[in-house]
């Protein structure tokens, strides 16, 4: 089991792992060179060098998978939303695709209009704020599955969407009022907005980041409230939730080094979505890592830049197997998840669309919930790369 650790918390003897994904290889607070520590002299020569971070292998004695442990994790949680009525997926995913496509063309425009000075059409701004409200109240799954199987080219404007659409996903999830999930929506699409006024290339430089570069990065939130500022419609609430959205449970986040109980619940939000948005999203330093793992690695975070409680109502509200994950069943077959249900974590619903050599084949649905006792039952095994397929899987998203 991965688990984010200080450096002061690290000890001779811990191994250090190579995470899947490059995120935080060009930070320079991270250590990220995999091997065993092997003596304190290594761990002083880290902390003399200025690394304040690791990620470690931490023994598990329960024998389970990851995707086990995630599911009791998250069953044992006493808190479980209410079942809500839903459109159904491929009644929903049409409007939804519109909703997002739009969402997409205003987020151009955002930067643009940041680059330039120009003042923000905030009307149509909350305008594609509401409508993600609307997607994520018909089906929540049709957003998550967009956010991970659309093609769009720059990550600059599928980030900012994306996580404003699985912010409102989750904010929907538990139960937060319309109003406060459209705003919570205007800030995902505006979190980053201060990443114009940083150099680009800073921005998309694919090796470690020096301190002054870092230092530069962690100035976007200050910088994108300074753009909010100057458009007097935007409500304080977005403004707070884009100042603080890097801020950590622990205080070590920033740009204020505020502990949980002082940063804003929308900041909060944002920051789970951006993390997880960005480990699940590939880059020009990185390669994308699967949702599950992705899950995974958050959980690990806990307690250092998550809420225990929160991270564990995020996996919750995702799934094990979040919608849009391409999986490997135990037929040998491949398949997409379409629908998750926070009551059964492990056995979402799925389109079987590959054979074992992944040509494709008629498509399939199954409810892995509710399989008949008499048939073998078909499992899930793990998450398999979506990228070379990722157009040939929207095709299954839509009826038409």
């Not at 200050?222 to 100042?243: H, R």
């Not at 986040?253 to 999203?281: F, H, Q």
């Not at 899950?295 to 919608?323: A, W």
């Not at 040509?359 to 990228?387: F, G, K, Y």
Request: aromatic share 8%; proline share 6%.
């Amino acid at each position: 089991m991965i688990k984010k650790i200080s450096i002061d918390e690290l000890k001779p003897g811990m191994e250090v792992v190579q995470l899947a994904s490059d995120l935080w290889k060009h930070l320079p607070y991270m250590y990220t060179e995999p091997g065993v520590i092997e003596s304190e002299e290594v761990v002083a020569r880290l902390r003399k060098e200025g690394y304040q971070q690791v990620f470690v292998e931490v023994p598990d004695v329960s024998g389970l998978s990851d995707e086990e442990r995630l599911d009791m994790l998250i069953v044992d949680r006493d808190i479980m939303p209410l079942e809500k009525e839903r459109t159904p997926f491929d009644e929903a995913m049409p409007q939804s695709q519109v909703t997002y496509e739009n969402a997409m063309k205003l987020a151009i425009q955002i930067v643009n209009d940041a680059k330039l000075g120009r003042k923000m059409d905030v009307g149509a701004a909350m305008e594609t704020a509401s409508a993600i409200v609307d997607a994520a109240i018909s089906n929540p799954d049709t957003l998550v599955c967009l956010s991970k199987l659309s093609s769009f080219d720059n990550y600059t404007y599928t980030h900012s969407i994306n996580v404003a659409a699985i912010a409102v996903v989750f904010g929907e999830f538990i139960g937060m009022e319309r109003d406060e999930l459209t705003l919570l929506g205007l800030a995902g699409m505006m979190h980053d907005v201060g990443k114009t006024s940083v150099p680009a290339k800073i921005i998309n430089k694919p090796d470690r980041l020096t301190k002054l570069e870092c230092t530069e990065v962690k100035r976007h939130p200050g910088y994108g409230c300074t753009i909010l500022e100057q458009t007097t419609d935007i409500p304080k609430k977005v403004i707070e939730a884009v100042m603080f959205h890097h801020e950590r449970f622990n205080g070590s986040g920033y740009p204020s080094g505020l502990i949980r109980k002082e940063i804003p619940a929308n900041a909060r939000i944002l920051g789970m979505a951006d993390v997880y948005d960005a480990l699940t999203s590939d880059r020009c330093y990185k390669q994308a890592i699967q949702p599950n793992k992705a899950l995974g690695i958050m959980y690990g975070m806990r307690d250092q830049d998550f809420d225990p409680m929160e991270i564990q109502l995020f996996i919750k509200c995702l799934g094990i197997f979040p919608s849009g994950s391409f999986v490997r069943l135990n037929t040998g077959d491949y398949a997409l998840v379409f629908e998750t249900d926070a009551r059964t974590p492990l056995f979402p619903k799925i389109k079987i669309v590959m054979d074992r050599k992944m040509r494709p084949i008629r498509m399939q649905e199954v409810n892995l919930a509710t399989q008949s006792e008499e048939d073998t039952p078909i499992e899930i095994l793990e998450c398999a790369d979506p990228s070379a397929y990722r157009k040939t899987l929207m095709t299954y998203l839509s009826p038409n």
